[in-house]
């Protein structure tokens, strides 16, 4: 942030909280939304595209979120209609805004930011207590009382929800007892320092998240689940947030306390005693960021491992057994409208269909697998592929006839060709870039053994930055909370 002067600065902070003004109701009629019932998406929310990107999980937060916009008041496949209700927003507060404002006179511009940084830090943790205590009583303890959902069913949906609510409140009432009687704060480091491996628990938590969506989205499925679920979202306590948005709010706070922490090093003078504990606070989340990103990626690779089924033994492929990466997967359609379920190995390109078994959602394989080391890619400009398989010569513009690009490989001296159809051109691109990637990563590990022996021990995705690398110049999607 550029140094302001500091009134200047308050009034930006006080614009960027306060919520829009109410608008005017429309009489214009609206097409009712439907379920959200698929797998959490994994990229940034452009047009809902449905790649899903793996090793990124925590770094950049763009893993199972769902879309939490609120569901339109429309006719309602079953249960009573529910009345529209105000939605409970939540205030945006500032240290400034909270303690003696005449306390700013004594401190320097850099200094008041350096409390709004601190201040935040803490105030994140008490709405982060408050949305996991949410979740809990609003959502967990109902559907078991009245027996909406097995208590085994919700364990492994809420994971370890629990665990998380003592780990934040000692973290909060820590900051607090730091903080004087005219609000300020001098030292949060050590405080960071001895906390911050508390954090391994998430671990687990964050592990099984890909499996409780894929739950979650199952029981959905059943009218009392859907039921009660929407009239939550219905509810002002809601926030217009889904379950799920509750449920991945931890993970959104693991990936931003780099962020936070950087904030207030950003601020704090280099002769502060404080600073030499940011600093190891700053290594010490760094560290245990990535480690939680690799066991989550590894947790994800094998979740979708063994959701595939195959038609003949020949389909089996040692890469597949032996990947620990899952770069990204998501919906294709080939020339004929077929729609696949694409998943891109480290080390191998799977083409799937998605079928259900056993009330279960598996991934029949289609195709022979494809080896990275031999796949060709090539992108088609809009209009050159025919969707009966043929090429035209990029004359036709057509909708129908946009966002194909093409693989190839050669398999017992002849070439086989795939041309697959992305939903935008958005994800077309996110495609070609993993799978370039992929290709980059495969060739400079076979090139330097030394670089394949550290990437065997992380589970980034061929198209991401090491986890182990330095995540403190991120950028996040904003979360709603």
Known sequence: ?????????????????RGDEPQEPSSKRVKPLSRVTSL???????????????????QRSISFRSDCRPENTAPRPWGRQIAPSITKRRDSKLWSETFDLGLGHMLSSE??????????????????????????????????????????????????????????EDLLSRLREARKQDGSTDHVGHILVDWLPCLE?????????????????HKKQDHRVHDFLQRCLESPF???????????????????????????LKYTPNEHPDRQHLHQAMNMIQSIVADINTQTGESECRYYKERLLYLESGQRDLLIDSSRILSCHGELKNNRGVKLHVFLFQDV??????ITQN?????????????VRDLEWEDLQDGEIRLGGSIRGAFSNSERTKN?????????????????QARDAFNKQQWLNCIRQAKEALGSTESDPQTAARCSDCSADASAECPQMDLTDLTLTPVKT
Request: glycine letters at 4%; proline letters at 6%.
């Open 111 to 168: 200094e008041i930011k350096r409390q709004e940084a601190i201040f935040e830090l803490s105030q994140g943790e008490q709405d982060l207590i408050e949305d996991l205590t949410l979740a809990k009583k609003a959502y967990r303890d109902p559907m078991l009382k009245l027996s909406i959902m097995s208590e085994h069913e919700l364990n492994q949906i809420f994971g370890t929800l629990d665990s998380l609510i003592p780990l934040h």
């Open 1 to 17: 942030m550029v140094a302001k002067d500091y009134p200047v600065y308050l009034l930006i902070k006080r614009a960027s909280g």
């Open 349 to 354: 390109l799977v083409v799937t269909r998605a």
């Open 359 to 371: 009330e279960q959602l598996c991934y029949q394989l289609h195709q022979q697998p494809i080896p």
């Open 201 to 217: 628990t998430y671990n687990g938590y964050c592990s099984n998240q890909v499996a409780a969506k894929a739950l979650l989205d």
């Open 238 to 264: 809601s926030r217009k947030l889904d379950l799920w948005s509750f449920l991945d709010i931890p993970r959104s706070r693991l990936v931003k306390y780099p962020l936070l922490l950087r904030e207030i």
């Open 40 to 58: 959490a998406s994994l990229i940034p929310p452009v047009k809902a595209a449905p790649l899903k990107r793996i090793g990124q999980t925590l």
């Open 404 to 420: 194909f690009f093409r693989v190839a490989f050669r398999s017992g001296g002849q070439l086989q060709m795939h041309c697959f």
